[in-house]
């Protein structure tokens, strides 16, 4: 049975995605404005020192244009997280981060690969398949409603552009996939019914003992269970008995 508890909205999910992204901008105003050059801690694939950009590269972006296309997207995507899985959603984040950073690390070109949109893959790709695969009505609604807004991004998960981390995205979107599988028993469930279960007996619902066996109404039935009046207890009498002082 799914609890009311399940989808309950709170500052959460407001809060957290606007203040992550709030912090991204944060970082970028401040490489900026003292002329910081970050780049250098983002992902290095098959380098040791490039182990470090995991944590740090989804907090480092090219330019205002690569910061605002991911700005969006995060939002979205984390407040539906927050939301929907509000249980598992710090999980899906950091071990987002780490196990897609780790495998863009495992499976990059001899370059530097920084930005969030490894971590936007992984929340695409993971409230999707994991919508199909609890078969919950209102998570499938959503899976459906991100294929229709974040659908076209599965193509750059393909070399088809020059100086894109097409690996940074094609490990968030295989990280997301693992994740739906492995988070199986932090989702609802779908409501079943009493006439669900495979034991159900039509002939012990008290419901159906209403109707008759072409459907009609039984109006007397209400009757038949009321208890006979004679086996009834004897009905309470209450007497007044006025005050002698009044």
Known sequence: ???????????DVIIYPISFVLLLWLIFALEIRYGFRLNKYGVQPHSLKG??????????????????HNSIPLVVLSAALFYFYHKIAWKIILYGILFSGFLTWCIGRPSTH????????????????????????????????????????????LPIKDGMSWEGHLSGMITGIIFAYIFKKEIAKPKTYAWEDPN????????????????NFIEN????????????????????????SE
Request: charged share 20%; glycine share 6%.
């Open 51 to 68: 182990l470090r950009g995991i944590l740090f590269s989804p907090f480092i972006h090219s330019g205002i244009t690569h910061l605002y």
């Open 200 to 215: 159900y007996n039509e002939d012990e619902d008290y419901f159906l003992q209403h109707f008759d066996k072409d459907g």
């Open 1 to 11: 049975m799914v609890k009311n508890e399940q989808f309950k909205f709170s500052l």
């Open 114 to 157: 920084i930005g969030a949109s490894g971590l936007i893959y992984v929340l695409v790709s993971f409230i999707f398949f994991k919508g199909v695969i609890a078969k919950h009505y209102r998570l499938i609604a959503l899976s459906l409603l991100v294929v229709f807004l974040y659908g076209s991004m599965i193509w750059y998960t």
């Open 221 to 244: 039935r209400f009757d038949e269970d009321i208890e006979p009046e004679e086996n009834r207890p004897p009905p309470i009498k209450y007497t007044y008995k006025p005050d002698s």
